[in-house]
């Protein structure tokens, strides 16, 4: 049963992680994973057999959650991309108060964590949102393909990057739903992807641990202003530009969608408790 449990929250993760307005690491924070799913990867050298055995039924649930909603996702994006987004941006919004919490966790926010989460926005909302206009990239070779598996794995793990946004700036959210619905990709692109996925996440796992037990509410603030910056990025539309806006039927079906969004995001938190228990 607790295998069949650690499946089915690894299936929400995945779902997650290739969600617009969604955050596989922010979900696993909230289904009360993350830390110890981080703390198995940086130590997984020790006990394996124990850690292998926590870790297999998450990554399975996670594997069917990108496979089967990716290419939900791409249907949707591809025939209502309007709308869709709009839903992700309520998602997003309605996720602020859930990720807000984890940086009062430990009860002690000071005035330097404020200091730190409006510096983190205001630099990563320049670079990120304003100062960064990439293209879609087409084909990606070797290198490439490496350097996406290390900024996917990076979406993934660290928490208050969300994949879709992130990925977004730099013109690769389609390149991420290729590759996650397996189309479209050849193994010349997944092994190097893969390999670059694995070494950032064996490194970035043992850094985030490292910094989580070092000071996890100074951590979490600059992961806080990073999730604000790249908010307005879920807009940024899957192969290029923003979402146009105009005064017709579908901005207020959008509008209702939006809405939607951020009611069920708003009230994640509650599902997620009654997922722990």
């Known amino acids: 049963m607790e295998r069949f449990k650690l499946l089915i929250k690894g299936f929400v993760v995945g779902m997650g992680g290739v969600s617009p307005g969604l955050s596989g690491a922010i979900l696993m924070v909230a289904l009360g994973l993350y830390r110890k799913v981080i703390d198995s990867l940086a130590t ?17 649930g996670m594997l069917v959650g990108v496979v089967m909603f990716s290419r939900i996702i791409s249907f949707l994006l591809a025939t209502y991309e309007y709308q869709t987004r709009l839903t992700f941006l309520g998602l997003l919004l309605g996720a602020i108060p859930l990720v807000y919490g984890e940086v009062k966790k430990n009860g002690d926010v000071k005035r330097k964590h404020y200091i730190i989460i409006a510096a983190t926005f ?4 320049l670079v990120f949102t304003l100062g960064i206009s990439v293209p879609p ?4 070779g070797v290198i490439g393909s490496f350097i996406f598996g290390l900024m996917a794995i990076t979406a993934t793990i660290v928490p208050g990057i969300e994949a879709a946004s992130f990925l977004s700036t730099f013109g690769l959210y389609g390149h991420w739903l290729e590759f996650t ?4 990709v050849t193994i010349g692109h997944y092994v190097p992807t893969v390999v670059g996925a694995v070494i950032g996440g064996f490194l970035l796992s043992k850094l985030m641990s490292f910094l989580f037990r070092k000071d996890y509410t100074t951590t979490f603030a600059v992961l806080f202003g990073f999730f604000l910056s790249i908010i307005p990025n ?4 899957t192969y290029g530009g923003f979402v146009s806006f105009g005064a017709n039927s579908r901005t207020l079906v959008g ?5 939607v969004g951020f009611i069920v995001s708003l009230s ?10």
């Open 122 to 125: 205001v630099v990563c909302f």
């Open 268 to 277: 994640f938190g509650r599902i997620a408790k009654r997922l722990k228990s």
């Open 44 to 60: 997984i050298n020790k006990d394996f057999k124990k850690k292998a055995r926590f870790l297999l039924p998450i990554l399975i």
């Open 181 to 184: 619905s397996l189309r479209n």
């Open 255 to 259: 509008i209702g969608l939006f809405c």
């Open 234 to 237: 879920v807009l940024n539309t």
């Open 137 to 140: 990239i087409g084909g990606l």
